[in-house]
């Protein structure tokens, strides 16, 4: 079934990426580390999915194998490409990939380690033109010049090398090379988690801007709840290689219906001396993804667990229209979210403040 | 109040350069301030702020090129009895026996990557014990049965197991654990953690705040807590130090700093943090250009050309003094006039 509804872009059905584990000395297969196991979501055009979860929940694998970077074990990554036709990407031979590619760009970690240091911004940023075979060199410069005025870096700079750059800047670069071939899917996998706080700001903005000017779709991949509340249209919780929550950001964070969602929420420091979080502390560490607990793989950290948790494996279920769950206690369980939006928590918190407002409020606690 | 607390480190116009062909890097410039027992000192900065170099000035542990320029740090030293002397660490010959006998002891290090940080080739166990050998002259046999007790402390499963460990056998927040295990094993005075949740998940950097919290308020020791998250600051902060290119640009309580930041620097900074109250798809403030690079420092106060504030022919001629402007709460900026 080779179907995609409506302004869908990407589907993504059924995903799975086995790594296996090999011992002894004919390298026998061992074991399994599942790192994505039945994944399924849809990014549709023009809108930004955020995808969090913790180290090893399988975030990273999900993203390159939608870019085919790794070959998934099993599933269908269908995407629109530009002719409305859609193809499967995950069934694809290699060789059958090319012409896609350029349709799906992905934006880096580490700016520091993803630009080579002996090319220039030119190379760099052109060099995506010159492999698809796109104009001479004259409109390579003149497309680089445009890309570098896209991304706010001037273009004198495009006969520098990438050491001469912050990283802000490093970021920037790798956002104009994802953007040479005018992709329609962006995959940003922790584009800004390396950055400084007061960058981070930066990039951030930058790529909300281009999203409205160019019509992108992101698929955002971060371990920052801030982040992804900042960018995302819907989010998507990972846990363990699973897909334990999808909701509209708003929903999630206000309204999560996932134990982990909410242990999740509940544990990012607010930067206000003033309100104290209510803290849930998770006991004991991420489940392995090589040596999984049975049942529901939340279970052993989970504070509503009960037995039925324990040996069933709970499935996807569209609890409120648009959002999705793994639980079994989804419907009965009252879970609290971040406080109701707004950006300025401070101010609704000390109602009449205002940022740079002196105000004595003494000593905190 | 907390001038019933006592004083454990007093640092005084403490200033670290490292002196290259390319020119002098003045990593920390002039930095003051005091931490007190129980209480826990935020350091907030971005990269290059120099907040792991103080961090490493004050413990005598800097590598060449680095030197101290001058300054002073002041150590309230424990010499059994309850009596403490006061000493100057910056006078101590940094491989000597009284640094040697500080260092480790009575101030300890909580590294931010507990990965490269211990060693690969010995267990988790013999490391802590090394510490606890030298510095009580505690035999084998002792000084593990210390260290089972201190992984239990510190929330470790099955400790009795794990001290024969290696540190790749164990996860990130558990040699995180083990890591301040480590710190803790003398009894210090001061605990001085660098970045110590950075390299951690949401989750378990919830359990290690927790820790930590619980540690300082069972044995009462003062801490200092470098950092750039600002959450883990309102967090766990009493009072707050932020830097910028190496020079203390504010400090204060951190109520005052969260809630009435004077500097430009700080409420720039405050303002462009991603909060997950935000709304969704919204803009961030921000702040203009980058930080600098060290050798192309900018004249007068280093944040004017990034600064929204700045006043044309004061801020790029002069270097704003640090100055009161609440109580117990510093800024340098022209902006508040000097009483």
Known sequence: MNELIGKVLLEVKGLRKFFPIRKGFFRKVVGWVRAVDDVNLYVTRGETLGVVGESGCGKTTLARCILRAVDPTDGQVLFRSENETVIDVAGLKRHEMRPFRRQMQMIFQDPFSSLNPRMTLLDIIGEPLLVNKMGDRRTRIDRVVELLRLVGLPPEYMRRYPHAFSGGQRQRIGIARALALNPSLIVADEPVSALDVSVQAQILNLLLDLQEKLGLTYMFVTHDLSVVKHVSDRVTVMYAGKVVEVAKTKELFSRPKHPYTEALLSAVPIPDPHLQSQRILLEGEVADVANLPPGCYFHPRCRYSIDRCKTEHPTLEEILPQHFVRCHRAKELRLVGVMEGSGKTLERALPGWEWGRDLDLGTPR | ?339
Not at chain 2, 182 to 208: F, H, N, W, Y
């Open chain 2, 1 to 339: 109040m907390r001038d019933s607390e006592r004083l454990v480190l007093s640092v005084r116009d403490l200033s670290t350069e490292y002196v290259a062909d390319e020119g002098t890097v003045r990593a920390v410039d002039g930095v003051s301030f005091e931490v007190y027992s129980g209480q826990t000192l935020g350091i907030v900065g971005e990269s290059g702020c120099g907040k792991s170099v103080m961090a490493r000035s004050i413990l005598r542990i800097l590598e060449p090129p680095g030197r101290i320029a001058r300054g002073e740090v002041l150590f309230w030293q424990d010499i059994g009895n309850g009596q403490e002397r006061e000493v100057d660490l910056i006078q101590l010959d940094a491989s000597g026996e009284a640094m040697r006998s500080i260092r480790g002891g009575q101030i300890s290090l909580i590294f931010q990557e507990p990965m490269t940080s211990f060693s690969p080739v010995h267990t988790i166990g013999d490391q802590i014990a090394e510490a606890i050998r030298l510095h009580f002259g505690a035999n084998k046999q002792e000084a593990r049965e210390r260290v089972i007790d201190l992984l239990q402390m510190v929330g470790v499963p099955r400790p009795e197991g794990r001290v024969d460990e290696y540190p790749f056998q164990l996860s990130g927040g558990l040699r995180q654990r083990a890591m301040i295990a480590m710190a803790l094993s003398c009894g210090p005075r001061l605990v001085i953690a660098d970045e110590p949740t950075t390299a951690l998940d949401v989750t378990t950097q919830a359990q290690i705040m927790d820790l930590m919290r619980q540690l300082q308020e069972e044995r009462g020791m003062a801490m200092m807590l470098i950092t750039h998250n600002m959450g883990i600051i309102a967090e766990m902060a009493e009072d707050v130090l932020v830097m910028y290119l190496g020079r203390q640009v504010e400090y204060g309580p951190v109520g005052a700093i969260f809630h009435a930041p004077k500097h430009p620097y700080t409420k720039a900074l405050l303002r462009s943090i991603p909060s997950i109250h935000s709304t969704p798809r919204e803009r961030l403030p921000t702040i203009s250009g980058s930080i600098p690079h060290p050798y192309n420092r900018p004249s007068g106060c280093l944040f004017h050309p990034r600064c929204s504030s700045y006043m044309p022919g004061r801020c790029e001629q002069q270097e704003p003094p640090l100055i009161p402007v609440g109580s117990k709460h510093l800024a340098s900026c022209f902006l508040y006039p000097r009483v």
